[in-house]
């Protein structure tokens, strides 16, 4: 059985309201009775003291002035009786109380010149009473005392009428208490159900969600973090998807460049097995399935190097070497391919240039970006060009063929990306995977390279690479 957290809240403030006020109205009822008890023997103190002192001089009048006391005191509701050093009352107004009995420790007292203050007295007389007993010494001589006796029925009729305000001060408090507490209970639960709400739009999928949130009070900054929480998982949502339309990409990439040499070398073979290819065209036919196999080599080995690339599998082991020396062998190696094109290779470096890393990788670099220069340049010029400072060392690789414009300069650098003109049968490049991991070899040089081009008027590659 579930137990709303409204009604939790509900409970808990009203029962530390309840508790509150019952503790702080017994308090205060009891300080009040006390006050008033106090205040009523320090009445009959002051009256007694006055009376005292009266009896104390020498006059014929004596029984008078009791008499006149007692019924200015009766008109307070105030008894008055004298007694003597046995107890005897020598003075009682109507004689209501022919003799007074005293403890022990009361008499002790008295006999000591002592005040008896009693606040409550139950069973002494008739009814329930506040009194004073105070000594009468005369030369220094105990010669009896007097009472003052006041009931406690008109006290206790005050302190049950002050109760009563009380009690309404109580609920009046409480009430309000209680409505303050429902309104800001059902905002608090009105704020954690939108965070609640949200929390299952999320779990459902749905991460364009947000809460109000606030730096008031712990509410929200739970919603502040959520709101934090949400945007993470959208973000990792966004990158989950553009992984998963990479991969998906990859594989129709893969399948469509396996594709054609798979079915190349199908092809052969099933001509040769029904004999439906002439004997002088086998030795052909081999050469191609060969090629075609090569290729498809080539294909598997540069996703292996790019993959360990991309995840630093692979050692740099940096040497400094003559940078004319580095475009002499890339220009040995691609003229042969440069010339079937009508291209020229050119080479303009500064002949103290160095440059400074990982020789087999660095001419991996230079030549996918050649034979890139080559693929898209007819009878033109590809110049290899550098020079190095205290700094780095700057190389250029430029070409005169077809440029591009500025969306595929941003778009080279993808896997498998191709310009339409590389999608035909050639023998450079094909696989679109060159300047990918040409880009991840100069990163791990901790280098740059930059793409400047422009269509019909050739492209501009600038490697940077600290010395």
């Given at each position: 059985?579930?137990?709303?957290?409204?009604?939790?809240?509900?409970?808990?403030?009203?029962?530390?309201?309840?508790?509150?006020?019952?503790?702080?109205?017994?308090?205060?009822?009891?300080?009040?009775?006390?006050?008033?008890?106090?205040?009523?023997?320090?009445?009959?103190?002051?009256?007694?003291?006055?009376?005292?002192?009266?009896?104390?001089?020498?006059?014929?009048?004596?029984?008078?002035?009791?008499?006149?006391?007692?019924?200015?005191?009766?008109?307070?509701?105030?008894?008055?009786?004298?007694?003597?050093?046995?107890?005897?009352?020598?003075?009682?107004?109507?004689?209501?109380?022919?003799?007074?009995?005293?403890?022990?420790?009361?008499?002790?007292?008295?006999?000591?010149?002592?005040?008896?203050?009693?606040?409550?007295?139950?069973?002494?007389?008739?009814?329930?009473?506040?009194?004073?007993?105070?000594?009468?010494?005369?030369?220094?001589?105990?010669?009896?005392?007097?009472?003052l006796i006041s009931p406690i029925s008109g006290t206790r009729e005050m302190l049950t009428e002050i109760n009563q305000y009380l009690l309404y001060i109580v609920l009046l408090a409480l009430a309000i208490s209680v409505l303050i507490s429902l309104l800001l209970s059902k905002l608090h639960v009105k704020r954690i159900q939108k965070i609640r709400e949200a929390t299952s739009l999320v779990s459902s999928g749905h991460y364009d969600v947000h809460v109000p949130s606030s730096n008031f009070d712990?509410?929200?900054?739970?919603?502040?973090?959520?709101?934090?929480?949400?945007?993470?998982?959208?973000?990792?949502?966004?990158?989950?998807?553009?992984?998963?339309?990479?991969?998906?990409?990859?594989?129709?990439?893969?399948?469509?460049?396996?594709?054609?040499?798979?079915?190349?070398?199908?092809?052969?073979?099933?001509?040769?097995?029904?004999?439906?290819?002439?004997?002088?065209?086998?030795?052909?036919?081999f050469g191609l399935v060969s090629q075609e196999t090569r290729r498809l080599i080539r294909l598997v080995n540069e996703n292996l190097d790019y993959e360990k690339i991309r995840s630093n599998q692979i050692a740099i082991t940096k040497v400094t070497v003559p940078l004319l020396d580095v475009f002499e062998?890339?220009?040995?190696?691609?003229?042969?391919?440069?010339?079937?094109?009508?291209?020229?290779?050119?080479?303009?470096?500064?002949?103290?240039?160095?440059?400074?890393?990982?020789?087999?990788?660095?001419?991996?670099?230079?030549?996918?970006?050649?034979?890139?220069?080559?693929?898209?340049?007819?009878?033109?010029?590809?110049?290899?060009?550098?020079?190095?400072?205290?700094?780095?060392?700057?190389?250029?690789?430029?070409?005169?063929?077809?440029?591009?414009?500025?969306?595929?300069?941003?778009?080279?650098?993808?896997?498998?990306?191709?310009?339409?003109?590389?999608?035909?049968?050639?023998?450079?490049?094909?696989?679109?995977?060159?300047?990918?991991?040409?880009?991840?070899?100069?990163?791990?040089?901790?280098?740059?390279?930059?793409?400047?081009?422009?269509?019909?008027?050739?492209?501009?590659?600038?490697?940077?690479?600290?010395?």
């Amino acid at each position: 059985m579930k137990f709303r957290y409204l009604y939790q809240l509900l409970l808990s403030h009203t029962s530390v309201l309840i508790i509150a006020f019952l503790i702080l109205g017994t308090l205060f009822s009891h300080y009040v009775e006390n006050l008033v008890y106090e205040n009523k023997v320090t009445e009959l103190r002051s009256y007694g003291e006055k009376i005292l002192s009266d009896l104390e001089r020498p006059s014929p009048r004596r029984p008078l002035y009791l008499e006149e006391y007692s019924n200015l005191l009766q008109a307070r509701n105030i008894d008055l009786i004298t007694f003597n050093r046995q107890g005897e009352v020598s003075y009682s107004r109507g004689g209501v109380y022919p003799r007074i009995e005293l403890s022990q420790e009361e008499w002790q007292k008295i006999e000591r010149g002592q005040t008896v203050p009693l606040k409550k007295d139950f069973g002494r007389f008739d009814q329930a009473v506040s009194l004073v007993i105070m000594p009468r010494v005369v030369n220094e001589q105990l010669a009896g005392g007097l009472i003052l006796i006041s009931p406690i029925s008109g006290t206790r009729e005050m302190l049950t009428e002050i109760n009563q305000y009380l009690l309404y001060i109580v609920l009046l408090a409480l009430a309000i208490s209680v409505l303050i507490s429902l309104l800001l209970s059902k905002l608090h639960v009105k704020r954690i159900q939108k965070i609640r709400e949200a929390t299952s739009l999320v779990s459902s999928g749905h991460y364009d969600v947000h809460v109000p949130s606030s730096n008031f009070d712990e509410i929200g900054d739970l919603a502040e973090d959520f709101n934090e929480m949400v945007a993470k998982l959208r973000t990792s949502k966004e990158e989950i998807d553009t992984l998963e339309n990479r991969r998906r990409q990859f594989m129709a990439d893969v399948s469509h460049e396996m594709r054609t040499p798979l079915t190349t070398i199908r092809g052969v073979i099933e001509g040769i097995r029904n004999d439906m290819i002439p004997e002088e065209q086998k030795e052909k036919s081999f050469g191609l399935v060969s090629q075609e196999t090569r290729r498809l080599i080539r294909l598997v080995n540069e996703n292996l190097d790019y993959e360990k690339i991309r995840s630093n599998q692979i050692a740099i082991t940096k040497v400094t070497v003559p940078l004319l020396d580095v475009f002499e062998v890339i220009k040995e190696q691609l003229d042969f391919q440069a010339e079937k094109k009508g291209n020229e290779i050119k080479i303009l470096a500064d002949p103290d240039a160095l440059v400074h890393a990982d020789y087999d990788r660095l001419i991996q670099i230079l030549i996918n970006i050649t034979k890139n220069s080559i693929q898209f340049t007819s009878g033109g010029t590809i110049t290899l060009s550098g020079a190095s400072s205290g700094a780095e060392t700057v190389i250029e690789i430029e070409d005169t063929g077809i440029g591009m414009d500025t969306e595929e300069i941003q778009s080279i650098w993808r896997r498998f990306y191709k310009a339409d003109l590389s999608r035909t049968n050639n023998p450079y490049g094909e696989f679109g995977l060159g300047l990918s991991i040409v880009k991840q070899l100069v990163l791990m040089h901790e280098g740059t390279i930059d793409v400047f081009s422009e269509k019909g008027r050739g492209t501009k590659f600038v490697i940077r690479l600290p010395l």
